[in-house]
Protein backbone atom coordinates (compact mmCIF):
# COMPACT_ATOMS: atom_id res chain seq x y z
CA UNK A 1 0.00 0.00 0.00
CA UNK A 2 2.65 2.40 1.11
CA UNK A 3 4.79 1.55 -2.35
CA UNK A 4 1.47 2.56 -4.57
CA UNK A 5 0.69 5.71 -3.02
CA UNK A 6 4.46 6.52 -3.47
CA UNK A 7 3.92 5.59 -6.96
CA UNK A 8 1.00 7.56 -7.24
CA UNK A 9 2.38 10.45 -5.40
CA UNK A 10 4.98 10.79 -8.48
CA UNK A 11 2.82 10.74 -11.12
CA UNK A 12 0.80 13.63 -9.45
CA UNK A 13 4.11 15.75 -9.04
CA UNK A 14 5.25 14.31 -12.26
CA UNK A 15 2.03 16.20 -13.83
CA UNK A 16 1.78 19.23 -11.41
CA UNK A 17 5.42 19.85 -13.12
CA UNK A 18 3.96 20.21 -16.24
CA UNK A 19 1.54 22.53 -15.32
CA UNK A 20 1.58 25.91 -16.99
CA UNK A 21 1.40 27.74 -13.56
CA UNK A 22 3.96 25.63 -11.56
CA UNK A 23 6.33 27.87 -11.40
CA UNK A 24 4.00 30.46 -9.05
CA UNK A 25 3.61 27.62 -6.20
CA UNK A 26 6.94 29.36 -4.54
CA UNK A 27 5.25 32.96 -4.74
CA UNK A 28 2.18 32.37 -3.17
CA UNK A 29 1.77 33.84 0.56
CA UNK A 30 -0.23 32.51 3.01
CA UNK A 31 -2.59 35.39 1.87
CA UNK A 32 -2.52 33.98 -1.67
CA UNK A 33 -3.97 30.77 -0.19
CA UNK A 34 -6.56 32.00 2.33
CA UNK A 35 -8.21 33.78 -1.35
CA UNK A 36 -7.90 30.57 -3.12
CA UNK A 37 -9.65 28.57 -0.72
CA UNK A 38 -12.24 31.69 -1.09
CA UNK A 39 -12.43 31.43 -4.71
CA UNK A 40 -12.81 27.71 -4.68
CA UNK A 41 -15.70 27.83 -2.37
CA UNK A 42 -17.78 30.42 -4.65
CA UNK A 43 -16.64 27.79 -7.58
CA UNK A 44 -18.11 24.57 -5.93
CA UNK A 45 -21.39 26.77 -4.63
CA UNK A 46 -21.83 26.96 -8.47
CA UNK A 47 -20.83 23.61 -9.02
CA UNK A 48 -23.40 22.42 -6.47
CA UNK A 49 -26.27 24.83 -7.31
CA UNK A 50 -25.58 26.53 -10.63
CA UNK A 51 -23.43 24.13 -13.12
CA UNK A 52 -25.55 25.28 -16.31
CA UNK A 53 -24.40 28.84 -15.39
CA UNK A 54 -21.28 28.02 -18.12
CA UNK A 55 -22.85 25.52 -20.43
CA UNK A 56 -26.10 27.17 -21.16
CA UNK A 57 -27.73 30.78 -22.57
CA UNK A 58 -24.52 33.23 -22.43
CA UNK A 59 -27.06 36.22 -23.45
CA UNK A 60 -28.74 35.00 -20.40
CA UNK A 61 -26.55 34.43 -18.07
CA UNK A 62 -23.98 36.48 -18.19
CA UNK A 63 -26.18 39.70 -16.44
CA UNK A 64 -26.05 37.20 -13.37
CA UNK A 65 -22.25 36.33 -13.97
CA UNK A 66 -21.96 40.30 -13.84
CA UNK A 67 -23.59 40.76 -11.22
CA UNK A 68 -22.12 37.88 -9.22
CA UNK A 69 -19.08 38.04 -5.88
CA UNK A 70 -17.15 36.17 -8.21
CA UNK A 71 -17.03 39.11 -10.73
CA UNK A 72 -16.57 41.65 -8.46
CA UNK A 73 -13.16 40.01 -7.22
CA UNK A 74 -12.11 38.89 -10.63
CA UNK A 75 -12.41 42.49 -11.74
CA UNK A 76 -10.58 44.31 -9.50
CA UNK A 77 -7.81 41.59 -9.98
CA UNK A 78 -4.66 42.85 -11.45
CA UNK A 79 -4.49 41.86 -15.05
CA UNK A 80 -1.03 42.44 -16.63
CA UNK A 81 -2.27 42.93 -20.51
CA UNK A 82 -4.85 42.30 -22.48
CA UNK A 83 -3.33 41.02 -25.84
CA UNK A 84 -6.43 40.66 -28.47
CA UNK A 85 -8.91 43.37 -28.88
CA UNK A 86 -10.27 44.99 -31.68
CA UNK A 87 -10.30 48.39 -31.37
CA UNK A 88 -14.20 49.38 -33.25
CA UNK A 89 -15.63 45.59 -31.66
CA UNK A 90 -14.36 46.96 -27.69
CA UNK A 91 -16.84 49.29 -27.00
CA UNK A 92 -19.94 48.37 -24.94
CA UNK A 93 -23.52 48.21 -27.58
CA UNK A 94 -24.50 51.73 -25.52
CA UNK A 95 -21.62 53.28 -26.02
CA UNK A 96 -22.40 53.59 -29.87
CA UNK A 97 -25.89 54.00 -29.31
CA UNK A 98 -25.30 57.51 -27.65
CA UNK A 99 -23.10 58.30 -30.40
CA UNK A 100 -26.16 57.53 -32.83
CA UNK A 101 -27.85 60.49 -30.29
CA UNK A 102 -25.85 62.91 -32.18
CA UNK A 103 -27.18 65.06 -35.31
CA UNK A 104 -24.42 63.89 -37.85
CA UNK A 105 -25.37 60.08 -37.76
CA UNK A 106 -27.61 58.83 -39.93
CA UNK A 107 -28.69 55.24 -40.56
CA UNK A 108 -29.81 53.64 -44.16
CA UNK A 109 -32.88 50.48 -42.77
CA UNK A 110 -32.69 48.81 -46.23
CA UNK A 111 -29.09 48.40 -45.92
CA UNK A 112 -28.41 48.11 -42.48
CA UNK A 113 -25.78 50.81 -42.08
CA UNK A 114 -24.66 54.05 -40.29
CA UNK A 115 -23.29 56.73 -42.21
CA UNK A 116 -21.63 59.84 -40.35
CA UNK A 117 -21.49 62.95 -42.01
CA UNK A 118 -21.20 66.23 -39.68
CA UNK A 119 -21.91 68.48 -42.58
CA UNK A 120 -25.09 66.81 -43.87
CA UNK A 121 -26.10 64.32 -46.00
CA UNK A 122 -28.11 63.54 -49.54
CA UNK A 123 -27.99 60.09 -50.09
CA UNK A 124 -30.41 57.85 -50.73
CA UNK A 125 -31.89 55.74 -48.12
CA UNK A 126 -30.37 57.38 -45.15
CA UNK A 127 -32.12 59.24 -42.73
CA UNK A 128 -30.65 61.18 -39.52
CA UNK A 129 -30.95 58.76 -36.18
CA UNK A 130 -32.39 61.63 -34.23
CA UNK A 131 -34.98 61.95 -37.06
CA UNK A 132 -35.92 57.95 -36.98
CA UNK A 133 -35.99 57.84 -33.28
CA UNK A 134 -38.57 60.64 -33.19
CA UNK A 135 -41.39 58.61 -35.79
CA UNK A 136 -40.32 55.67 -33.75
CA UNK A 137 -42.86 54.62 -31.15
CA UNK A 138 -40.49 55.61 -28.38
CA UNK A 139 -37.16 56.27 -28.17
CA UNK A 140 -35.96 53.18 -26.40
CA UNK A 141 -37.62 51.05 -29.05
CA UNK A 142 -35.70 52.62 -31.61
CA UNK A 143 -32.21 52.19 -29.36
CA UNK A 144 -33.29 48.60 -28.70
CA UNK A 145 -33.34 47.82 -32.65
CA UNK A 146 -30.45 49.37 -33.14
CA UNK A 147 -28.78 47.81 -29.88
CA UNK A 148 -30.04 44.30 -31.63
CA UNK A 149 -28.00 45.30 -35.33
CA UNK A 150 -25.27 46.02 -32.93
CA UNK A 151 -24.28 42.82 -31.07
CA UNK A 152 -24.66 39.45 -31.44
CA UNK A 153 -28.15 38.14 -30.53
CA UNK A 154 -28.85 34.75 -29.20
CA UNK A 155 -31.12 34.04 -32.21
CA UNK A 156 -27.86 34.39 -34.31
CA UNK A 157 -25.66 32.39 -32.41
CA UNK A 158 -27.49 29.31 -30.78
CA UNK A 159 -27.39 26.28 -32.47
CA UNK A 160 -25.59 27.40 -35.63
CA UNK A 161 -22.39 26.55 -37.01
CA UNK A 162 -19.83 29.08 -36.73
CA UNK A 163 -19.30 30.18 -40.74
CA UNK A 164 -23.44 30.72 -40.14
CA UNK A 165 -22.63 32.82 -37.17
CA UNK A 166 -19.99 34.86 -38.76
CA UNK A 167 -22.11 36.03 -41.41
CA UNK A 168 -24.20 38.06 -39.27
CA UNK A 169 -20.68 38.48 -36.95
CA UNK A 170 -18.61 39.96 -40.19
CA UNK A 171 -21.59 42.52 -40.70
CA UNK A 172 -21.46 43.94 -37.45
CA UNK A 173 -17.86 45.51 -38.35
CA UNK A 174 -19.49 46.76 -41.61
CA UNK A 175 -22.74 48.41 -39.79
CA UNK A 176 -20.60 50.38 -36.76
CA UNK A 177 -17.82 51.27 -39.39
CA UNK A 178 -18.38 54.86 -39.57
CA UNK A 179 -19.10 55.44 -36.26
CA UNK A 180 -16.16 54.31 -35.51
CA UNK A 181 -14.10 56.27 -38.45
CA UNK A 182 -15.16 59.29 -37.88
CA UNK A 183 -12.01 61.45 -36.02
CA UNK A 184 -14.73 63.05 -33.00
CA UNK A 185 -15.63 59.52 -32.19
CA UNK A 186 -12.70 57.90 -32.61
CA UNK A 187 -11.27 60.02 -29.63
CA UNK A 188 -14.46 59.28 -27.67
CA UNK A 189 -14.09 55.30 -28.35
CA UNK A 190 -10.88 54.78 -27.59
CA UNK A 191 -10.90 56.75 -24.47
CA UNK A 192 -13.78 54.75 -23.00
CA UNK A 193 -12.06 51.66 -23.97
CA UNK A 194 -9.10 53.12 -22.24
CA UNK A 195 -10.56 53.64 -19.58
CA UNK A 196 -12.84 50.49 -19.30
CA UNK A 197 -9.65 48.50 -19.04
CA UNK A 198 -7.59 50.34 -16.97
CA UNK A 199 -10.59 50.44 -14.88
CA UNK A 200 -10.64 46.41 -14.51
CA UNK A 201 -6.75 46.90 -13.81
CA UNK A 202 -5.50 45.81 -16.64
CA UNK A 203 -2.11 47.41 -17.18
CA UNK A 204 -1.53 46.96 -21.08
CA UNK A 205 -3.71 47.08 -23.58
CA UNK A 206 -3.10 46.06 -27.22
CA UNK A 207 -5.20 46.93 -29.71
CA UNK A 208 -5.72 45.09 -33.26
CA UNK A 209 -5.78 48.66 -35.05
CA UNK A 210 -6.47 48.80 -38.76
CA UNK A 211 -4.43 52.37 -40.00
CA UNK A 212 -5.49 54.78 -42.60
CA UNK A 213 -9.41 54.61 -41.94
CA UNK A 214 -10.37 57.89 -40.00
CA UNK A 215 -11.98 60.58 -41.38
CA UNK A 216 -13.16 64.38 -40.68
CA UNK A 217 -15.83 66.74 -41.02
CA UNK A 218 -15.93 66.85 -44.66
CA UNK A 219 -15.06 63.14 -44.69
CA UNK A 220 -11.53 64.03 -45.74
CA UNK A 221 -9.29 61.37 -44.61
CA UNK A 222 -6.98 62.24 -41.52
CA UNK A 223 -3.15 61.63 -42.34
CA UNK A 224 -1.35 58.79 -40.12
CA UNK A 225 0.86 61.26 -38.62
CA UNK A 226 -2.18 63.04 -37.31
CA UNK A 227 -3.98 59.40 -36.17
CA UNK A 228 -0.82 58.42 -34.60
CA UNK A 229 -1.10 61.77 -32.18
CA UNK A 230 -4.88 61.70 -31.73
CA UNK A 231 -4.25 58.13 -30.41
CA UNK A 232 -1.12 59.24 -28.11
CA UNK A 233 -3.24 62.16 -26.62
CA UNK A 234 -6.00 59.72 -25.77
CA UNK A 235 -2.90 57.22 -23.95
CA UNK A 236 -1.82 60.34 -22.26
CA UNK A 237 -4.87 61.28 -20.70
CA UNK A 238 -5.48 57.93 -19.04
CA UNK A 239 -1.56 58.08 -18.21
CA UNK A 240 -2.51 61.51 -16.03
CA UNK A 241 -4.33 59.09 -13.21
CA UNK A 242 -2.20 56.02 -14.17
CA UNK A 243 1.23 56.91 -15.24
CA UNK A 244 2.46 53.10 -15.64
CA UNK A 245 -0.70 52.16 -18.49
CA UNK A 246 0.44 51.57 -22.19
CA UNK A 247 -1.36 51.08 -25.27
CA UNK A 248 0.34 49.15 -28.24
CA UNK A 249 -0.99 48.81 -31.33
CA UNK A 250 -0.97 45.52 -33.84
CA UNK A 251 -1.75 46.71 -37.06
CA UNK A 252 -4.11 44.66 -38.76
CA UNK A 253 -5.00 44.21 -42.40
CA UNK A 254 -8.18 42.78 -43.84
CA UNK A 255 -7.31 39.93 -45.96
CA UNK A 256 -10.81 39.60 -47.84
CA UNK A 257 -10.07 43.11 -48.87
CA UNK A 258 -7.07 42.02 -50.53
CA UNK A 259 -3.23 42.33 -51.55
CA UNK A 260 -2.94 45.98 -51.91
CA UNK A 261 -5.14 46.95 -48.65
CA UNK A 262 -2.72 44.35 -46.96
CA UNK A 263 0.36 46.26 -48.42
CA UNK A 264 -0.64 49.02 -47.45
CA UNK A 265 -0.81 48.57 -43.80
CA UNK A 266 2.15 46.92 -43.76
CA UNK A 267 3.85 50.59 -45.61
CA UNK A 268 1.85 51.86 -42.48
CA UNK A 269 3.63 50.31 -40.22
CA UNK A 270 6.57 51.55 -41.67
CA UNK A 271 5.56 54.82 -41.64
CA UNK A 272 3.79 55.00 -38.41
CA UNK A 273 7.08 54.26 -36.56
CA UNK A 274 8.58 57.37 -37.98
CA UNK A 275 6.24 59.14 -35.40
CA UNK A 276 5.83 56.87 -32.52
CA UNK A 277 6.42 53.72 -30.16
CA UNK A 278 2.81 52.49 -30.48
CA UNK A 279 3.62 49.87 -33.22
CA UNK A 280 3.82 46.89 -32.33
CA UNK A 281 3.40 44.87 -35.36
CA UNK A 282 1.68 43.11 -38.04
CA UNK A 283 -1.63 40.47 -38.18
CA UNK A 284 -3.92 39.43 -40.70
CA UNK A 285 -8.15 38.94 -39.84
CA UNK A 286 -11.12 37.51 -41.02
CA UNK A 287 -13.16 34.43 -40.73
CA UNK A 288 -9.87 31.57 -41.79
CA UNK A 289 -11.74 28.89 -43.31
CA UNK A 290 -13.18 31.43 -45.69
CA UNK A 291 -10.44 34.23 -46.73
CA UNK A 292 -6.90 33.53 -47.98
CA UNK A 293 -4.30 32.11 -45.88
CA UNK A 294 -1.59 33.96 -44.52
CA UNK A 295 0.42 32.08 -47.19
CA UNK A 296 -0.92 33.63 -49.70
CA UNK A 297 0.51 37.69 -48.27
CA UNK A 298 4.50 35.63 -47.50
CA UNK A 299 5.64 38.05 -50.23
CA UNK A 300 4.16 41.15 -48.52
CA UNK A 301 4.90 39.73 -44.81
CA UNK A 302 8.39 39.17 -46.32
CA UNK A 303 9.18 42.34 -47.61
CA UNK A 304 7.47 44.02 -44.77
CA UNK A 305 10.43 42.81 -42.65
CA UNK A 306 12.77 43.40 -44.73
CA UNK A 307 11.63 46.83 -45.23
CA UNK A 308 11.02 47.67 -41.28
CA UNK A 309 14.81 48.67 -40.20
CA UNK A 310 13.39 49.63 -36.89
CA UNK A 311 12.08 46.06 -35.90
CA UNK A 312 11.78 43.82 -38.69
CA UNK A 313 7.87 43.90 -38.63
CA UNK A 314 6.79 41.50 -35.52
CA UNK A 315 3.97 39.34 -36.41
CA UNK A 316 0.66 38.33 -34.10
CA UNK A 317 -1.41 36.10 -36.48
CA UNK A 318 -4.89 35.18 -35.84
CA UNK A 319 -4.58 31.72 -36.93
CA UNK A 320 -6.19 28.08 -36.11
CA UNK A 321 -9.47 29.26 -35.02
CA UNK A 322 -11.11 26.67 -36.75
CA UNK A 323 -11.71 23.11 -36.76
CA UNK A 324 -10.52 22.28 -40.18
CA UNK A 325 -7.09 20.19 -40.51
CA UNK A 326 -6.44 20.97 -43.83
CA UNK A 327 -6.22 24.94 -42.66
CA UNK A 328 -2.84 25.32 -42.48
CA UNK A 329 -2.29 29.18 -41.05
CA UNK A 330 -0.34 28.33 -37.62
CA UNK A 331 2.53 26.01 -39.63
CA UNK A 332 3.11 29.72 -41.11
CA UNK A 333 2.38 31.72 -38.09
CA UNK A 334 5.14 29.53 -36.20
CA UNK A 335 7.88 29.96 -39.32
CA UNK A 336 7.01 33.61 -39.62
CA UNK A 337 7.90 33.85 -35.66
CA UNK A 338 4.47 34.88 -34.87
CA UNK A 339 5.40 36.43 -31.22
CA UNK A 340 1.79 35.29 -29.75
CA UNK A 341 -1.14 33.33 -31.37
CA UNK A 342 -4.47 34.51 -31.74
CA UNK A 343 -6.26 31.60 -30.77
CA UNK A 344 -4.86 29.03 -31.41
CA UNK A 345 -7.82 26.44 -30.91
CA UNK A 346 -6.98 24.35 -33.88
CA UNK A 347 -3.62 23.89 -32.58
CA UNK A 348 -4.96 20.75 -30.66
CA UNK A 349 -5.24 18.27 -34.21
CA UNK A 350 -0.97 19.64 -34.51
CA UNK A 351 1.06 17.99 -31.16
CA UNK A 352 4.34 18.44 -33.06
CA UNK A 353 3.07 22.41 -33.05
CA UNK A 354 2.28 22.13 -29.58
CA UNK A 355 5.67 21.55 -28.94
CA UNK A 356 7.01 24.24 -31.35
CA UNK A 357 4.91 26.51 -29.55
CA UNK A 358 6.14 25.52 -26.07
CA UNK A 359 9.90 25.30 -27.47
CA UNK A 360 9.59 29.03 -29.12
CA UNK A 361 7.73 29.98 -25.77
CA UNK A 362 4.97 31.69 -27.84
CA UNK A 363 2.04 33.12 -25.51
CA UNK A 364 -1.53 31.69 -26.91
CA UNK A 365 -3.94 34.99 -26.99
CA UNK A 366 -7.27 32.76 -25.73
CA UNK A 367 -10.61 34.30 -26.28
CA UNK A 368 -13.30 32.09 -24.49
CA UNK A 369 -16.56 33.86 -25.06
CA UNK A 370 -15.16 34.26 -28.27
CA UNK A 371 -14.79 30.87 -29.42
CA UNK A 372 -17.71 30.09 -27.52
CA UNK A 373 -19.90 32.63 -29.15
CA UNK A 374 -18.38 32.23 -32.28
CA UNK A 375 -19.31 28.83 -32.12
CA UNK A 376 -16.02 26.92 -31.92
CA UNK A 377 -17.07 25.17 -28.87
CA UNK A 378 -20.59 24.63 -26.87
CA UNK A 379 -18.40 23.83 -23.72
CA UNK A 380 -15.82 25.75 -22.84
CA UNK A 381 -14.75 23.02 -20.31
CA UNK A 382 -13.47 20.96 -23.14
CA UNK A 383 -11.38 24.29 -24.50
CA UNK A 384 -8.37 23.08 -26.16
CA UNK A 385 -6.32 25.58 -24.84
CA UNK A 386 -7.49 24.00 -21.70
CA UNK A 387 -5.36 20.91 -21.95
CA UNK A 388 -2.47 23.08 -23.64
CA UNK A 389 -2.00 25.08 -20.31
CA UNK A 390 -1.77 21.58 -18.65
CA UNK A 391 0.94 20.67 -20.89
CA UNK A 392 2.94 23.52 -19.99
CA UNK A 393 1.95 25.97 -23.05
CA UNK A 394 1.26 29.52 -21.99
CA UNK A 395 -1.56 31.64 -22.17
CA UNK A 396 -2.94 35.33 -21.81
CA UNK A 397 -6.82 35.79 -21.54
CA UNK A 398 -8.29 37.94 -23.92
CA UNK A 399 -11.65 39.46 -25.06
CA UNK A 400 -11.43 40.00 -28.57
CA UNK A 401 -14.86 41.73 -29.65
CA UNK A 402 -16.66 41.92 -25.98
CA UNK A 403 -18.70 45.12 -27.40
CA UNK A 404 -20.83 43.10 -30.06
CA UNK A 405 -21.14 40.20 -27.26
CA UNK A 406 -22.94 42.04 -24.68
CA UNK A 407 -19.82 43.32 -22.17
CA UNK A 408 -16.78 45.26 -21.67
CA UNK A 409 -13.06 44.77 -20.62
CA UNK A 410 -12.02 41.32 -20.30
CA UNK A 411 -13.23 40.34 -16.43
CA UNK A 412 -16.05 38.20 -17.76
CA UNK A 413 -13.51 36.07 -19.82
CA UNK A 414 -11.24 35.26 -16.55
CA UNK A 415 -14.57 34.31 -14.78
CA UNK A 416 -16.07 31.93 -17.69
CA UNK A 417 -12.32 30.67 -18.11
CA UNK A 418 -12.05 30.40 -14.11
CA UNK A 419 -15.41 28.18 -13.57
CA UNK A 420 -14.95 26.16 -16.70
CA UNK A 421 -11.07 25.54 -16.15
CA UNK A 422 -10.97 25.16 -12.51
CA UNK A 423 -8.23 27.60 -12.35
CA UNK A 424 -6.44 28.14 -9.08
CA UNK A 425 -5.05 31.13 -7.26
CA UNK A 426 -1.72 30.49 -8.94
CA UNK A 427 -3.31 30.29 -12.41
CA UNK A 428 -4.88 33.35 -12.17
CA UNK A 429 -1.45 34.31 -11.12
CA UNK A 430 0.40 33.30 -14.13
CA UNK A 431 -2.50 34.74 -16.45
CA UNK A 432 -1.70 37.85 -15.42
CA UNK A 433 1.67 37.85 -15.39
CA UNK A 434 1.41 36.15 -18.47
CA UNK A 435 -0.51 39.84 -19.81
CA UNK A 436 3.00 41.61 -18.99
CA UNK A 437 5.89 39.24 -20.10
CA UNK A 438 4.07 38.40 -23.42
CA UNK A 439 2.81 42.06 -24.53
CA UNK A 440 5.20 43.97 -26.83
CA UNK A 441 6.38 46.52 -23.94
CA UNK A 442 9.88 47.18 -24.01
CA UNK A 443 12.06 44.88 -21.66
CA UNK A 444 12.90 48.17 -18.83
CA UNK A 445 9.06 49.28 -18.26
CA UNK A 446 7.61 45.16 -18.07
CA UNK A 447 10.64 44.80 -15.46
CA UNK A 448 9.26 47.93 -14.05
CA UNK A 449 6.00 46.48 -14.01
CA UNK A 450 6.30 43.52 -12.68
CA UNK A 451 8.26 43.83 -10.06
CA UNK A 452 6.86 46.89 -8.42
CA UNK A 453 3.61 47.60 -9.75
CA UNK A 454 2.17 43.68 -9.87
CA UNK A 455 3.42 42.90 -6.84
CA UNK A 456 1.72 45.99 -5.17
CA UNK A 457 -1.22 45.60 -7.39
CA UNK A 458 -1.34 42.11 -6.28
CA UNK A 459 -0.94 42.34 -2.55
CA UNK A 460 -3.67 45.22 -2.57
CA UNK A 461 -6.20 42.78 -3.99
CA UNK A 462 -5.53 39.95 -1.84
CA UNK A 463 -6.11 42.30 1.09
CA UNK A 464 -9.03 43.59 -0.43
CA UNK A 465 -10.75 39.78 -0.75
CA UNK A 466 -9.66 38.66 2.47
CA UNK A 467 -11.43 41.71 4.06
CA UNK A 468 -14.40 41.41 2.01
CA UNK A 469 -14.79 38.01 2.33
CA UNK A 470 -12.83 35.98 4.96
CA UNK A 471 -15.16 34.04 7.30
CA UNK A 472 -18.36 35.19 4.90
ZN1 LIG B 1 -9.62 38.64 -33.17
Given at each position: MRQYKQKRQQILDLEAKMHFSYDMGETLTEDDRLVDQILNKIRNKYKNDQINIIIHDFFKNQKTLKDSELYSILDIMPKGGLHHLHTTAAPSVDFYIQLTYNEAVYFNEREKLFKVSPKGLDEDGYIKCTELRRFSASAEEFDQKLRNYIRMTPEECASKESHEIWTHFQHKFTLINDLGKYKDFFKLILHEVLQKCAAQNIFVVELRHIFGMLFDDDRNPVSLEEEIKLIDDQVKHIQQDIPYFRLKLIITGLKIVGKQHIRKMIANIIEGEK??????????VNEEDFSPPILEFLTDIMEGKNLDKKSKMPCFFHCGETHDRTNQNVYDALL????????GFQLFLHPHLQQQVKQKDICIEVCPISNLLLGYTTDLRIHPVR?????????????????????????????????????DIKDLKKLSLNGIIYSSLDKEHKDYLISDVFEKKWKEFIEIVLEKFQGA
Open positions: YSNLIAGFDLLNSKRIGHFMLHRGLQASISSDDPGFFGYEGVTLDYVYAFLAWDL
